[in-house]
C-alpha cells in the first residue's frame, strides 16, 4: 500500500510540473578548458521547486516511464539558452536512451539549429546502442554533437562508444574521485582517454573537486574538466573566476612537456574564407584549393574542396572538430585517420582557443613531415581533445 501511494504522490508532483513549468529551473555548470585557461561550455542542469532532491524526480519519472515528458520540459527549457551563448561556447543538454527514441522529444530538439549543442546521452537507462543511431544521425544532421555521459560506470560501456561514435566522453564522477592516489583509477581514465582519441572526441573529467586530481588530471593530459573545484552551477553563464584561474596556472607545470615534438602550427596554412558556400564553391573551382567558409565571427563552419574530376561540382563539408594549433603532428595524424573514410584524407582545421580560424593542415603534409621525422611519443596525448567544438556564434 505504502509503494502505491508513494506512485500516486510522485504522478501528482509530475502533473504538477507539468501544469506549472515555472516550477522548473535551470543552472548552468561551466566546463573548463584546463589548456586555455577558460570557460569552453556550459551543461545545463535541472532544479526543481521542491525539498525533494533533483535525482529523485528523474528516478521517479523513470520509475513511472514518463522521462521524455520530464526530458522534453527540460529540452524545452534549455535549448533557447543557446542564443546567449558566449562566443566560441558550447551548450550541453541532457536526454535519456528512452526519450531519444520517442517523436515528441526528438521533434523538440530538431525544431531547433543545433550547431552549437551536444546532446548528452545519460546512462540511467540501458538501451541497444543500434537503437539510438537514426535519432543521433537526425540530431547530427542539425548540427548537434554528441557524448556520453558517465562512461566507464553503469551502462556506458565500449561498446555504446564504438557504435555511437561519440564527439565527447565524459569520465564518471566514481573515477575521478581519488583518482589521485590511485593508480588503477589513473590507468583506466587514460585508457578511456586513449578510446576517445582514436573516436576523434574529447574527453571530459567530471566531479572535479581538490586541487590533487586537477593536478593528476592535468598531468595526464585530460583536456576538459568539470567540478566545484572551479566552479559551481549558476543561473548566468559565468566567466572563470580569479581563484579558478590560479589553480589552473599552477596546476600547468605539470602538464607534459613539448620538447621535441612538432606541432601542426608548423604545417599550418591559411586559405581563402568566405561567408557562403555558393561564393566558396565558385573559388575552389577557380583556384582548385580548399575554401572555408566562416560565420561574421571568423568561426569556421564549412571546408569547401576542388572537385575531384573537371564536370564534379565542389565538395562541401560541415566541420564539425578541429584541432588546436599547438597540436602535435604525430596526434594530428591519429585524429585524421579516426574520421569517416569520405573525409579521412581532407584538410584539418585549425582554431584557436576562441573558436576562430587559423588555418588548415593537409593531410599529406602530415604524412611527409611523419616520414621526414620518424619516432614521436608512445602514447596518445589526451590533450590532442581539447580544441573547443567549431560551433556557430549566435549572439
Aim: hydrophobic content about 45%; some cysteine.
Amino acid at each position: 500500500m505504502s509503494e502505491r501511494h508513494d506512485r500516486v504522490r510522485w504522478h501528482r508532483r509530475l502533473d504538477s510540473l507539468a501544469d506549472d513549468p515555472t516550477a522548473l529551473r535551470l543552472v548552468l555548470h561551466p566546463v573548463v578548458d584546463v589548456v586555455a585557461g577558460r570557460v569552453a561550455g556550459y551543461e545545463a542542469l535541472s532544479r526543481f521547486d521542491s525539498r525533494l532532491p533533483t535525482e529523485a524526480w528523474f528516478d521517479a519519472a523513470r520509475a513511472l516511464g514518463r522521462s521524455p515528458e520530464v526530458d522534453r520540459l527540460v529540452l524545452s527549457r534549455a535549448l533557447p539558452l543557446q542564443a546567449t551563448l558566449p562566443h566560441g561556447t558550447f551548450l550541453t543538454v541532457n536526454a535519456s536512451p528512452t526519450s531519444l527514441r520517442e517523436p515528441e522529444v526528438l521533434d523538440t530538439l530538431l525544431a531547433h539549429d543545433l550547431s552549437s549543442v551536444i546532446v548528452e546521452v545519460t546512462e540511467h537507462a540501458d538501451c541497444a546502442p543500434y537503437d539510438l543511431l537514426e535519432p543521433l544521425r537526425r540530431l547530427r544532421a542539425r548540427g548537434a554533437k554528441i557524448a556520453l555521459d558517465d562512461v566507464g560506470t553503469g551502462h556506458s560501456g565500449l561498446l555504446r562508444m564504438a557504435v555511437l561514435r561519440p564527439e565527447m566522453v565524459k569520465v564518471d564522477l566514481q573515477l575521478v574521485r581519488g583518482v589521485a592516489g590511485d593508480l588503477v583509477k589513473r590507468s583506466l581514465v587514460q585508457f578511456l582517454g586513449q578510446c576517445a582519441a582514436r573516436l576523434d572526441a574529447w574527453i571530459v573529467a567530471e566531479g572535479v573537486e581538490t586541487t590533487e586530481e586537477l593536478d593528476v588530471l592535468t598531468s595526464m593530459g585530460v583536456p576538459l574538466v568539470q567540478g566545484f573545484l572551479l566552479a559551481h552551477p549558476d543561473a548566468a553563464f559565468q566567466q572563470l573566476s580569479p581563484a579558478a584561474a590560479s589553480l589552473l596556472a599552477a596546476a600547468a607545470p605539470a602538464r607534459r612537456p613539448d620538447q621535441g615534438r612538432r606541432l601542426a602550427s608548423e604545417l599550418t596554412r591559411r586559405t581563402k574564407t568566405v561567408r557562403t558556400a555558393v561564393e566558396a564553391s565558385e573559388i575552389a573551382a577557380a583556384d582548385c584549393a580548399p575554401v572555408v567558409v566562416v560565420d561574421h565571427q571568423d568561426v569556421p563552419q564549412l571546408l569547401v574542396l576542388p572537385a575531384p574530376r573537371p564536370g564534379d561540382s565542389p565538395r562541401v563539408t560541415r566541420i564539425d572538430v578541429t584541432l588546436a594549433p599547438e597540436t602535435a603532428v604525430a596526434d594530428v595524424a591519429e585524429r585524421a585517420v579516426a574520421r569517416h573514410p569520405a573525409t579521412r584524407f581532407d584538410p584539418v582545421v585549425c582554431t584557436d582557443a576562441t573558436g576562430r580560424y587559423v588555418g588548415v593542415v593537409g593531410v599529406e603534409d602530415v604524412l611527409l613531415d611523419l616520414a621526414r621525422h620518424p619516432g614521436g611519443p608512445g602514447e596518445v596525448d589526451l590533450r590532442a581533445t581539447a580544441t573547443v567544438p567549431a560551433t556557430r556564434s549566435v549572439r
